[in-house]
Nanobody, 114 residues
Framework: VQLQASGGGLVQPGGSLRLSCAASGSIFSTHNMGWHRQAPGHQRELVAV???????VYGNSVKGRFTISRDNGKNTVYLQMDSLKAADTAVYYC?????????WGKGTLVTVSS
C-alpha cells in the first residue's frame, strides 16, 4: 500500500485549501482512511477519518471547518479545509488502515499566514 498526498501550500487566514491523498495497492472502500497533522513542537493529532468508508470522525479543533470525503473509484480521500487559522499550520499526513496495519503518506505542509 502506498499513499501520495498533495495540495498543501501557503494560504491566508480565513482561506481554503483542499488536500488529496491517492492510495495504491489492495484498497477497498471499507478501509479506514483519513488525515492527521503535526505542528512544530506538538504531537501528531487526528484531523479527520472516514470509518468503514462512510462515517466521518473529526478532531475537535477542526469540526465545522473541515470536510473529509472519498472517491472510491479513484481510491482517493480529500480534505476540504475552510476558515483556516494560523493554528492549522502543520504537516498533514494521510493514513489508511489495511489488515490492522497503518500506512502513512509522506506528508504535505500547510502554512496559514498573512
Amino acid at each position: 500500500v502506498q499513499l501520495q498526498a498533495s495540495g498543501g501550500g501557503l494560504v491566508q487566514p480565513g482561506g481554503s485549501l483542499r488536500l488529496s491523498c491517492a492510495a495504491s495497492g489492495s484498497i477497498f472502500s471499507t478501509h479506514n482512511m483519513g488525515w492527521h497533522r503535526q505542528a512544530p513542537g506538538h504531537q501528531r493529532e487526528l484531523v479527520a477519518v472516514l470509518i468503514s468508508g462512510d462515517r466521518a470522525v473529526y478532531g475537535n479543533s477542526v469540526k465545522g471547518r473541515f470536510t473529509i470525503s472519498r472517491d472510491n473509484g479513484k481510491n482517493t480521500v480529500y480534505l476540504q479545509m475552510d476558515s483556516l487559522k494560523a493554528a492549522d499550520t502543520a504537516v498533514y499526513y494521510c493514513l489508511i488502515t489495511v489488515g490492522g496495519m497503518n500506512y502513512w503518506g509522506k506528508g504535505t505542509l500547510v502554512t496559514v499566514s498573512s
